[in-house]
């Protein structure tokens, strides 16, 4: 075996400008594949990391139109929730939650403010999400204080190492004439980027109790951004059809209205309908992400294959003296797959380094930090290595068994004569190898040129600067990131 190795690598030296390229090949194919491979992992973990997150659901509200058509949006009547806590013994507990921009400036006399996302959320929210809070004074809504609690990294970036709690900062209002005061009453962990309510800081919001009524009237009529979270073991399905018969039975003016439950877990790439979500991904999309990421390593192997098989020619002197002294066609294929196994395994050295310096890149490409990464979950680690293990395997084998397999004298006679092999699976190699570069290649200008459509089209909407100014005479100048008219 060490003897084998020992002329693999000759072998590898000899053909320098090939060994260049199979490694080049290799190396773009992984590092693309983990970089994709990452961005679609980081996707499908968005609010896996709560610990209720299998207990938690968002309420849709569900109205019937005519036909099959129906009509769904992410808010519900503000009495929802506590109805369904006084008469369901399911319902744990429930939430109104929902992220908003803000601009602040940390003193009223800075001249641009920063722009922040700010959660609101009741009391009710510590048992639905995992917020840790490092410091915090009173945190109940007083009346017109406006209190929150900023993250760990929003204290350190503007605070330092000043203890920021009691601070005041301040919006930036559109229209108001007073900018609104918030007192810092807390520090929490950093939310998870890998989260749809992915905020810099958390605003409690007085909790809503009021009921539903039967005429659709009251204080519970207002409509809400509300979450549930069901006792552990209770079917969501039969929930739903439960609600949904005690509302029909309850109202006397809106029997079209249903609601729904939408899992935690399905919120960010399976919202669809209106859901007032800045943060929203795509199925569709991290499936295609998914599929690019395979077919893209698939053309590097299928490359390395059709190279390989290339040079099979060249190769007769070399397996003919190894014949001749002995070598069996097992002792030929193991030298071959050694000469595959220290290609990729420099490929993949080389591949897990520009991953790592690709990164940085990724995210600010992205526009927010990563939560996952191939080198620091060692489950996915492994399964990468073991995946490139059996590419390595069945890219390199079809090259050794054609190598092994020469006769010395009819491919001579081949070779001098000028026929040529039946070569059906490297022609089919190269054909795939094709079409694949030339799917991928019109896909992403297709996507191009639809991006490109979106940022250019005309909106229908034609902007009157003037008829704003002269409306509102003076607010212009306070909106935020508008200087003059």
Request: glycine share 8%.
């Amino acid at each position: 075996m060490q003897h084998g190795i020992k002329i693999a690598f000759r072998y590898l030296k000899k053909g320098k400008l090939y060994t260049f390229i199979h490694i080049f090949g290799i190396t773009v194919g992984l590092t693309a594949c983990l970089l994709i491979g990452t961005v679609v992992i980081d996707e499908w973990s968005y609010d896996k990391q709560w610990s209720r997150s299998a207990d938690t659901y968002r309420l849709l509200s569900i109205r019937e139109g005519g036909g099959a058509y129906h009509r769904k949006g992410g808010t519900v009547y503000g009495g929802l929730g506590p109805s369904l806590k006084k008469n369901f013994p399911e319902v744990e507990d429930y939430s109104e939650i929902y992220p908003m921009p803000i601009h602040l400036k940390i003193n009223k006399t800075d001249d641009l403010p920063l722009k922040a996302t700010v959660l609101h959320a009741d009391t009710a929210v510590y048992k639905l999400l995992d917020i840790r809070l490092i410091d915090h004074a009173d945190l109940s809504p007083a009346g017109d204080i406006n209190k929150i609690i900023i993250s760990e990294s929003f204290s350190n970036t503007h605070f330092g190492t000043a203890d920021p709690l009691g601070r005041r900062i301040y919006d930036v209002p559109k229209y108001e004439e007073r900018a609104n005061e918030y007192i810092i009453a807390g520090v929490m962990r950093d939310l998870p980027a890998n989260t749809h309510l992915r905020a810099d800081m958390l605003m409690p919001i007085p909790r809503k109790t009021a009921e539903l009524t039967p005429d659709g009237n009251g204080p519970g009529s207002m409509y809400v951004r509300q979450y549930i979270l069901l006792r552990k073991g209770v079917d969501p399905a039969q929930f739903e059809q439960k609600v949904n018969g005690w509302y029909r039975r309850f109202t006397e003016v809106d029997s079209k209205l249903t609601f729904g439950l939408q899992p935690m877990e399905d919120i960010y790439l399976r919202t669809d309908f209106p859901a007032y979500q800045p943060v929203i991904g795509n199925a569709q999309h991290s499936y295609i992400f998914a599929a690019v990421a395979i077919l893209l390593l698939c053309i590097a192997c299928i490359n390395y294959v059709n190279l390989s098989t290339a040079r099979a020619n060249s190769r007769l002197k070399e397996t003919g003296v190894q014949k001749i002294l002995g070598a069996s066609r097992k002792d030929i294929m193991l030298q071959s797959l050694s000469e595959s196994a220290i290609i990729f395994c420099v490929a993949a050295m080389l591949a897990l380094l520009s991953y790592q310096l690709a990164l940085p890149a990724l995210e600010n490409f992205v526009g927010h930090p990563l939560t996952f990464s191939f080198l620091g979950h060692w489950t996915y680690f492994a399964g990468a290595i073991a995946t490139l293990a059996l590419v390595c395997l069945f890219s390199g084998w079809y090259p050794a068994w054609l190598v092994s397999g020469q006769h010395m004298a009819s491919s001579m006679q081949r070779i001098l004569s000028g026929g040529k092999r039946n070569g059906w699976l490297r022609k089919s190699l190269i054909v795939l190898q094709f079409t694949i570069s030339v799917t991928i290649m019109v896909s992403m200008l297709v996507v191009l040129k639809q991006v490109n459509f979106l940022k250019t089209k005309m909106s229908g909407l034609i902007p009157m600067v003037f008829s704003a100014s002269t409306m509102f005479p003076g607010t212009i100048n306070r909106t935020p990131c508008a200087t003059s008219y």
